[in-house]
């Protein structure tokens, strides 16, 4: 029989308080504040070890620069592109308004220099002479992203221009975004290595990168911020600690301070529950969200060069106090206005009482305590209040060499545990549906 020493034990209880405390700031943060939404992928497995209003539509801001780059990345490959390559800045580029690099109608940039101003400056007149060189138009240019947006599995992706800039009709979501950062890293890895640029210089002008995650958090190499007022602040990041990478995304900080603290913490849970998994500590694959992504072949020449990139050497941060300060003082406040465009894409509707009795269950965990796996079927069932007449909790020991207790809500029709397990998702617990018998 399975015994676990009690070093072990310790380390689990607190990786564990760790992770619930972490659950329910997160459930708080999405309820006061409509623009949030969030995912943490594991890219070798493809796991989403995190995910809240995942696939709720969003407002990409900035963002969309990734998927600029990503075109602009393939005309480089393809060699209609050359990185030294000068691209024409028209009038309509040179009237975008800032942020800019303040180019002026009749000059030009080099490909590369554009990529650059795009990473750090996030230049919106560079978007949009990325977008003329490549699709004739900006509206055109658009067509095209989205189409390739599309064929790359970001379905629920829209885009209306190639800065990011205001559109009521340019959304994504957050796990389209990751999609995004995965692709663009696993598809061009010699070009990936421009988001870790924090400064360039342009005509004299040094232009510094306000991605703080990049100098603040130990293993971040790259990625992209963005803001636009409907947006709140947005991030999307990657980082690798013990040859493992998480991409994890971040929609709607009230600050670009909130949004980072926020992002280091999706961080080091994600990574912490990698650690627990890779040790057996974290037994049930309940613990992810049962969900996967669609990746490329982890084995194409492309990835094992990504792979291979060597880790990122860790860089001082800012002190702990400070950004859970920042970040649990802020979350309380609101932004913008009743009419904002926003709160209609993610209005819900008030759920209608369900009805228990069934052969279903909903599964949140399974871990070697059973005191652990009764206090997070509480806390799931305490969630469930208002969405469940009534539920029962169960922590029933399974078979096998090893003492495991499953933590699950039982007694539900299948469509009830469906529902109960979404809404779980939703405010950032982790579930998976089972028959039970």
Not at 225 to 246: E, L, P, Y
Not at 262 to 276: E, I, N, P
Not at 384 to 400: D, F, H, I, M, P
Request: net charge negative; glycine share 6%.
């Amino acid at each position: 029989m399975f015994v676990m020493h009690s070093y072990n034990r310790h380390y689990l209880g607190v990786a564990i308080f760790f992770i619930l405390c972490f659950q329910l700031l997160t459930v708080s943060t999405a309820q006061a504040n409509p623009r949030y939404a969030a995912i943490v992928i594991d890219v070798e497995s493809g796991d989403v070890l995190h995910a809240a209003n995942a696939d709720a539509s969003r407002y990409p801001a900035s963002l969309t620069k990734m998927m600029t780059l990503y075109m602009l990345f393939e005309a480089l490959e393809n060699g209609s592109v050359r990185l030294d390559q000068p691209l024409s800045v028209s009038s309509h580029a040179a009237s975008m308004p800032a942020s800019k690099l303040w180019l002026a109608a009749g000059s030009s940039i080099t490909a590369e220099e554009a990529i650059k101003a795009l990473v750090v400056r996030s230049a919106n007149d560079v978007a949009v002479v990325v977008a003329e060189a490549l699709g004739g138009t900006e509206s055109s240019f658009a067509r095209m992203m989205t189409q390739r947006a599309n064929e790359l599995g970001m379905a629920d992706t829209v885009f209306r221009n190639a800065s990011g800039l205001p559109d009521n009709a340019q959304v994504t979501t957050a796990r389209d975004m990751a999609t995004l950062s995965i692709r663009v890293m696993q598809d061009f890895p010699q070009y990936y290595h421009y988001f870790s640029t924090q400064s360039f210089t342009y005509r004299g002008t040094t232009h510094t990168s306000h991605n703080r995650l990049l100098r603040n958090y130990a293993g971040a190499d790259g990625l992209k911020t963005g803001f636009i007022r409907a947006s709140g602040f947005n991030v999307a990041t990657s980082a690798v600690r013990d040859n493992r990478r998480i991409v994890s995304v971040v929609m709607g900080g009230f600050t670009a301070a909130s949004r980072d603290t926020h992002m280091a913490d999706l961080l080091d849970r994600g990574f912490a529950r990698l650690s627990m998994l890779q040790r057996g500590d974290w037994i049930a694959r309940a613990d992810v969200l049962g969900d996967r992504m669609e990746l490329p072949d982890s084995s194409s020449a492309s990835a094992q060069q990504l792979a291979a990139a060597p880790e990122p050497q860790p860089q001082p941060a800012s002190s702990e106090s400070e950004r859970r300060y920042s970040f649990q003082s802020e979350m309380g406040v609101e932004m913008g206005s009743a009419d904002d465009p926003i709160r209609a894409l993610i209005a819900q509707a008030d759920a209608p009482q369900q009805r228990a009795g069934g052969n279903w269950a909903v599964q949140v965990g399974a871990f070697n305590d059973p005191d652990q796996a009764r206090y997070l079927a509480s806390r799931a069932a305490d969630q469930l209040a208002s969405l469940l007449s009534e539920v029962r909790v169960s922590v029933a020991e399974s078979g096998g060499e090893q003492r495991v207790f499953r933590a699950r809500l039982v007694d539900l029709q299948e469509s009830d545990a469906h529902s109960a397990c979404n809404s779980l998702r939703a405010q950032g617990m982790d579930c998976m549906v089972v028959a039970h018998y």
